[in-house]
């Protein structure tokens, strides 16, 4: 199976309301720091990582699929140009982040979410835009059929 961002980012609109948007790789792409209503989120796949064949019959094979992928989280005060308020204001929105994430299992996968690694993404701006990114795994079994040539 297979992860898609979309039920990600939907599962961060449903349980996370303190976030005022959250977008996409390609939203992500073409954010600009004027444009950025904080605190937003972008949900990026980063990797898939498969492991050995566990079975092969005929023509079917499974493997688990780890796909890991990031929550590149911005926040901003504008009255603090140091970046030092949105650091303090990072701390709840990553805890309900993780909480939304790691109560949560995609479809078809084969455990919930697991945090594997933070960190600072982008230091903070002229502005005091923070990034921050938050890295989460999930596993799929992942069956291919193989196609025979006549």
């Given at each position: 199976m297979w992860l898609d961002p979309h039920d990600v980012a939907a599962r961060l609109r449903e349980?996370?309301?303190?976030?005022?948007?959250?977008?996409?790789a390609r939203d992500l792409a073409t954010a600009r720091i004027e444009t950025i209503l904080p605190p937003s989120a972008w949900v990026v796949i980063l990797s898939e990582t498969a492991g050995e064949v566990r079975y092969e019959v005929c023509?079917?094979?499974?493997?688990?699929?780890?796909?890991?992928?990031?929550?590149?989280?911005g926040v901003r005060d504008i009255g603090d140009r140091t970046g030092t308020q949105?650091?303090?204001?990072l701390l709840p929105i990553r805890k309900a982040v993780h909480r939304a994430l790691a109560a949560w299992k995609?479809?078809?996968a084969n455990h919930?979410?697991?945090?594997?690694?933070?960190?600072?993404s982008g230091a903070p701006g002229s502005d005091g835009t923070l990034f921050w990114q938050d890295?989460?795994?999930?596993a799929f079994d992942r069956r291919t059929q193989l196609e025979t040539n006549p």
């Open positions: 349980s996370v309301p303190e976030l005022v948007e959250v977008g996409l023509d079917l094979f499974e493997q688990v699929v780890t796909v890991r992928f990031a929550v590149v989280l949105a650091a303090t204001d995609p479809v078809d919930g979410c697991r945090f594997a690694r933070g960190a600072l890295e989460f795994t999930v």
